[in-house]
């Protein structure tokens, strides 16, 4: 088992041969934990309102540029069909955190989707009340995504503000999630300024104290109308400390979150696509990761989810999207998974020596 001081030690390795071997070790664990069938997800984005203040995010309540939506309960559904057509095996419904998604109509759409397809429903709607949470696992949803987005408290207070009245504590709502009987996701940005590799290393930690079921990793895009993009938010931390937001580095966290959960669920990021178009969302998948989740917005709406920029330009249609998805799959040697792919424990681990082998 890896050891704290080996994941930072391989956080700051360079050496292009050893990151050979760190990536050589992430593929061989992913292929024998969670094999070389890929999961598609078709992610939906059915609000771009947020009440929230995050530094880092396009949502933000204050980013005064950007026009907003929310998708009816009728496109909504109409989505999800083509979705189940496509033959994914799950649905993602994300959105900023919008009170104006309110608990019995999502509910009424759970139950229509579990009545109507085979699809799982996962669920990435921030930090919502229990009773709203509760609420939509009995109307049968599968999963819960919800980032920590980074384990230091500093780090975290400062790009994301409580909201007035609430304490809710992201850690906390991922273990009621866990209670609830969903299977549980979260995940980090790499490279938010102020982040540093001590830091880094303690959330891959974080990742395999919480046994999560998901975990979702992507660079940290600045976006030019939040506080964090302009640089009015600034990091203390020296220049040498920071982790930088690159491809290279989401990679490594990537790998080594492979190596200290073998068994999660872990997507290879349309933020990794977004750094580089070309090889991004392929390398993830060689280097740890077995999801992929693809846009499956309208386009007419897409273009307004804009938490970071350079996310829009991956607009193909849906459709488009899964052929060629499914043609690069095939490049290096995987599949399609068919089902809604869950989490699958292992009751005898495989006794690996890659998780074993030092930095
Ligand atoms: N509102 C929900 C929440 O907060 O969990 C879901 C939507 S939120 C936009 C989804 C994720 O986008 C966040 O957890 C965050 O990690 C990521 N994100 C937001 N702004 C980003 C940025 N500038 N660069 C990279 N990822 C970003």
């Known amino acids: 088992m890896l050891s704290r001081t080996e994941i930072e030690t391989w956080l700051q390795q360079t050496d292009p041969d050893a990151l050979e071997t760190l ?5 061989r664990v992913r292929k024998e934990y969670v094999g070389d069938a890929v999961h598609l997800r078709g992610l939906l984005e059915i609000s771009n309102h947020c ?22 309960a009728d496109e909504i559904l109409e989505c999800i069909r083509q979705i189940a057509d496509f033959g ?10 919008d009170d104006g998604i309110q608990t019995e109509w999502l509910a009424q759409i759970i139950r229509t989707v579990k009545q109507t397809t085979p699809l799982a429903v996962t669920l990435s709607l921030g930090e919502r009340p229990f009773e709203d949470l509760q609420c939509w696992r009995q109307a049968g949803a599968d999963r819960y995504l919800l980032r920590f ?3 230091d408290p500093a780090l975290y207070s400062l790009i994301h503000p409580p909201r007035p009245g609430r304490t809710a504590h992201r850690l906390e709502i991922l273990s009621r999630l866990r209670q609830l009987g969903y299977e549980v ?34 660079p940290y895009i600045p976006h030019p109308h939040t506080p964090l993009g302009t640089g009015q938010i ?12 690159t491809e290279q580095m989401t990679c490594k966290v990537i790998a080594l979150t492979r190596l200290v959960c073998p068994e999660a669920n872990i997507p290879s ?17 060689q280097r740890g990761a077995n999801v992929v989740m693809p846009n499956c917005t309208p386009a007419r709406y897409r273009r307004l989810y804009e938490i970071y920029p350079g996310k829009t330009t991956l607009s193909e249609t849906a459709l488009a999207c899964r052929h060629s998805l499914e043609e690069s799959l095939r490049s290096i040697g ?21 998780t074993a082998t030092r930095p």
Request: hydrophobic fraction near 35%; glycine fraction near 10%; charge should be positive.
């Open 23 to 27: 990536w050589r070790m992430a593929d």
């Open 51 to 72: 009440v929230r203040t995050c530094a880092y995010c396009g949502l933000s309540r204050h980013n005064k540029h950007l026009r907003r939506y929310r998708m009816t």
């Open 88 to 97: 994914y095996g799950t649905v993602v419904l994300q959105a900023g955190e």
């Open 149 to 151: 987005e980074t384990s």
């Open 185 to 218: 996701g979260s995940g980090i940005m790499v490279g938010i300024p102020g982040q540093t590799f001590p830091s880094l290393a303690d959330d891959i930690e974080l990742f395999r104290r919480l046994d999560l079921d998901m975990i979702g990793l992507g």
């Open 234 to 245: 600034t990091p203390t931390i020296h220049p040498s400390e920071q982790v930088p937001n």
């Open 269 to 285: 990021t349309t933020a990794l696509a977004a750094v580089n178009p070309k090889t991004g969302r392929l390398l993830g998948l």
């Open 334 to 354: 995987r599949t399609l998974a068919v089902g809604p792919g869950p989490r699958r424990r292992r009751a005898n681990p495989p006794q690996s020596e890659e």
